[in-house]
């Protein structure tokens, strides 16, 4: 096949701020009935994964699948900051992306593909959205909670660093955010909505109900799923209509320089045949 047509524009999210959208679309106007919103990841891994993820966008298009990739209010080259934006902001910010989708690519019927974070939001606007088809999650973020606390460990480790290289700065907790204080982690600003806002949905996408198809996907360089995948694969793999796999590749999401990663690409290209 050739390749697929990019088309990039801007669309209204939430707040009315302007959110950055690219729409792939099947070359040759062969297009399917369903089409793909992809949800990306939270702060660094964003970045990092975004290589990967333009590789995906266009093997989708490519077998006929209209693909929407845009990024969140305060995030890539949209509208807004960390500092103005919330779990809710993105929730309205995916609901304009699927609107925007199915007028674009002329669709009915949507799969919100979700990498880590974007994972447990797609599982979550799926739960108030009929017109979502199925779901794709790569390594799925599932405890909000206990994500946002885990980035913000990278600030601890990184001031307590400093402080043993003769450096000043102060090891944030918590309780800060209590104090309306702002923490900066690896350049992301954390403010204190936006952490309650994880911690307010804690592992609401791991309780949504699983009732429409869905591929998980463990992604790392083991040969089984991390005990923290495998237990949510337990909970998810409970549906009838719900497909949890393992694939050993690099997590490239993590790091820097992973260019390629095309095992998952390929495992969810089959799945989304058989739709």
């Not at 070359?27 to 949800?39: H, K, N």
């Amino acid at each position: 096949m050739g390749e697929s047509l990019e088309k990039i524009f801007f669309f209204r999210g939430s707040e009315r701020r302007r959110l950055l959208g690219v729409l792939y679309r099947p070359p040759g106007g062969q297009s399917r009935a369903t089409g793909i919103v992809y949800c990306h990841p939270f702060a660094e891994e964003q970045n990092m994964a975004h290589a990967v993820a333009v590789k995906a966008c266009r093997s989708f298009s490519e077998q006929g699948f209209p693909v929407l990739r845009f990024d969140m209010s305060g995030s890539g080259d949209s509208e807004g900051t960390l500092e103005d934006v919330t779990v809710s902001s993105w929730m309205e910010d995916l609901q304009a992306a699927v609107k925007v989708l199915k007028a674009e690519a002329n669709v009915d019927r949507v799969a919100l593909w979700g990498l880590r974070l974007g994972g447990g939001l797609a599982r979550l606007h799926a739960c108030d959205d009929d017109s979502v088809h199925s779901l794709i999650l790569w390594e799925p973020v599932l405890d909000l909670s206990l994500h946002i606390r885990q980035f913000l460990r990278r600030s601890t480790v990184s001031r307590i660093m400093a402080n043993d290289a003769g450096g000043s700065a102060p090891v944030p907790t918590d309780g800060q955010f209590a104090k309306g204080h702002t923490m900066s982690v690896i350049g992301y600003p954390v403010a204190p909505a936006l952490f309650d806002s994880f911690c307010a949905v804690g592992q609401q996408p791991l309780r949504c109900p699983t009732d429409r198809p869905t591929l998980v996907l463990s992604i790392s360089l083991f040969d089984k799923p991390s005990a923290t995948m495998a237990g949510m694969m337990g909970v998810l793999g409970s549906g009838a209509a719900v497909r949890c796999d393992h694939i050993e590749a690099e997590p490239f999401w993590d790091r820097y320089f992973r260019w390629e990663c095309p095992a998952p690409i390929q495992h969810s290209l089959q799945w989304l045949g058989e739709r």
